[in-house]
C-alpha cells in the first residue's frame, strides 16, 4: 500500500467484531486509520455507517474505506450511492485482488456472517496491497462512470 494513505472504518453491529480484528491489523502495520463506528450499538442501521464512511473516502484521493455488515452486500449497496465511490464485497482471493487491480475500488464491504475473520483479515491485506494497473481499457471504463454520476 503506498504510503500516506488514510483508511477509514466502519461497521454495523452485525460487523462489529470483524472490524475490531481489522483495526488491530491495521495497527499492527502501523497503518493510519480511523474508526467511524467506534461503539457497539444493538440495531444500529447500516446505511448510517456506510454514508459517513463513503463521504471520507469521497473527499480523500489517498484514502479507502473498509466496511463490514452481515453480509457485505447492504454496506456495498449504501455506500455505492455516494459520488466517488467505487465500492465492492469481497468475499475470496480473486475478488480483493480484481476489485483493485482493475476497478480501482476505494471501498471494500466484507461479510461478518458465516464467515470467517481471519478470512477477512487476509483479503483486506490483498486488497489493501494491490494497486490498480492503469490499464487504458480500465481507465476508460471508470472514465465513464464518472461520466454518468455528473
Not at 117 to 133: A, G, K, Q, V, Y
Request: charge should be positive; include cysteine.
Amino acid at each position: 500500500m503506498k504510503k500516506g494513505v488514510r483508511v477509514y472504518l466502519g461497521s454495523d453491529h452485525a460487523g462489529f467484531n470483524v472490524k475490531q480484528k481489522i483495526k488491530e491489523y491495521l495497527k499492527k502495520r502501523g497503518i493510519s486509520y480511523e474508526d467511524l463506528s467506534s461503539e457497539l450499538i444493538e440495531g444500529d442501521d447500516y446505511p448510517d455507517v456506510a454514508f459517513k464512511v463513503a463521504e471520507k473516502v469521497s473527499k480523500s484521493k489517498d484514502s479507502r474505506g473498509i466496511l463490514v455488515c452481515g453480509t457485505g452486500s447492504g454496506m456495498c449497496i449504501a455506500s455505492n450511492k455516494v459520488k466517488g465511490i467505487r465500492a465492492a464485497t469481497i468475499y475470496d482471493k480473486y475478488s480483493a485482488i480484481m476489485s483493485r487491480k482493475d476497478n480501482n475500488v476505494n471501498v471494500a464491504c466484507l461479510r461478518a456472517r458465516r464467515f470467517f475473520p481471519r478470512l477477512d483479515i487476509r483479503l483486506i491485506d490483498l486488497w489493501l496491497n494491490t494497486e490498480f494497473s492503469h490499464e487504458e481499457r480500465h481507465k476508460r471504463r471508470l472514465a465513464k462512470i464518472e461520466k454518468y454520476e455528473k
